[in-house]
């Protein structure tokens, strides 16, 4: 069974920055396909972004690109989602979710097949 788990969340000002990690366990870490998401208080679960598992690309949602990067060490078996110049509407429960399989849409919450337990990212004005 595989499990993630997401860290680094926590308090930060208007215009900060903060390192999201997701450390998996239970599989093979280069063959997932790992992306992020995230669900503020009230709202759907919205897509951030995704990193391939062969080419290492990636793709952001427009309300976050340009902002934010995804990286993946596959040694430690971690994807990373660096969040630079942080607004308070970016206050959310920050998800990683992770697909064994190839998938058509990464931009779909249906696409992934493991989800972590989230953490939780505020931004102040």
């Known amino acids: 069974q595989v499990q993630l788990a997401e860290s680094g969340g926590g308090l930060v000002q208007a215009g900060g920055s903060l390192r999201l990690s997701c450390a998996a366990s239970?599989?093979?870490?280069?063959?997932?396909?790992m992306g992020w998401f995230r669900q503020a208080p009230g709202k759907e679960c919205e897509f951030v972004g995704y990193?391939?598992?062969?080419?290492?690309?990636?793709y952001f949602a427009d309300s976050v690109k340009g902002r934010f990067t995804i990286s993946r060490d596959n040694a430690k078996n971690t994807v990373y989602l660096r969040m630079n110049s942080l607004k308070p509407e970016d206050t959310a429960v920050y998800y990683c979710?992770?697909?064994?399989?190839?998938?058509?849409?990464?931009?779909?919450?249906?696409?992934?097949?493991?989800w972590g337990q989230g953490t939780q990212v505020t931004v102040s004005s």
């Open positions: 979710a992770a697909d064994k399989d190839f998938s058509v849409s990464y931009r779909q919450i249906l696409s992934y097949d493991y």
């Open positions: 239970g599989g093979t870490f280069r063959m997932y396909t």
């Open positions: 990193i391939s598992r062969s080419s290492g690309a990636t």
